[in-house]
């Protein structure tokens, strides 16, 4: 497992394709990989090949999102290391909330997040900062409206750290 480098947004975007395909997750342009890249970690098999990734992005002082996170290789624990490790550095930015929106309920139950209630985490000061954002990872934190169609049937789930 490493940081992602600029030479993994090809094999970031093969892994996703599948899922985007399926409307599982939402497909992004090259250049959004490129933006968020320093948020991204890869999982490599023995030949160096990559087989995972997961990408945490902050989005407040005490909150933070747990964002395409793919493996190629379901089972083998890959997706239980990327996420130790997303939330291992989660937790050295000092961020003390994960969030996540996802179809794999079990998989991030099982690593102690809960379904989230339908009432904001954040105080009405922060929900309104949140609100100026143009990401729609954000968008879907909030549950606004506007992202409702690219997330029917996700689960909002969240962890304390």
Same mark, same amino acid.
């Given at each position: 497992? @490493?940081?992602? @480098? *600029? ?6 975007? @093969?892994?996703?394709?599948?899922? =985007?395909?399926? @409307? ?8 959004? #990989? ?17 087989? /995972? ?10 909150? =933070?999102?747990?964002? &395409?996170? +793919?493996?190629?290789?379901? /089972? *083998?624990?890959?997706?239980?290391? %990327?996420?130790?490790? %997303? ?30 209630? !339908?009432?904001? +985490?954040?105080?009405?000061?922060? #929900? ?5 954002? &143009? ?6 934190? %909030?549950? %606004?409206?506007?992202?409702?169609? !690219? *997330?029917?049937? !996700? &689960? ?6």
């Amino acid at each position: 497992m @490493r940081p992602a @480098r *600029t030479s993994d947004v090809a094999e970031i975007r @093969r892994l996703v394709a599948p899922l =985007a395909d399926r @409307r599982v997750l939402l497909e992004k342009e090259a250049v959004a #990989y490129f933006e968020s890249l320093q948020q991204f970690r890869v999982a490599e098999d023995d030949d160096g090949t990559v087989v /995972g990734c997961g990408a945490l992005h902050v989005m407040w002082e005490d909150i =933070a999102e747990v964002r &395409t996170l +793919v493996t190629s290789v379901p /089972g *083998t624990g890959v997706g239980h290391a %990327l996420l130790g490790q %997303l939330l291992d550095d989660a937790r050295a930015v000092g961020v003390q909330r994960v969030f996540c929106l996802t179809f794999e309920v079990e998989f991030f139950v099982r690593h102690g997040f809960e379904v989230m209630a !339908n009432q904001s +985490v954040v105080d009405p000061e922060v #929900y309104s900062e949140l609100l100026r954002s &143009t990401d729609e990872g954000v968008a879907e934190f %909030l549950d %606004l409206a506007r992202v409702k169609p !690219n *997330t029917l049937g !996700n &689960t909002r789930m969240i962890k304390i750290l």
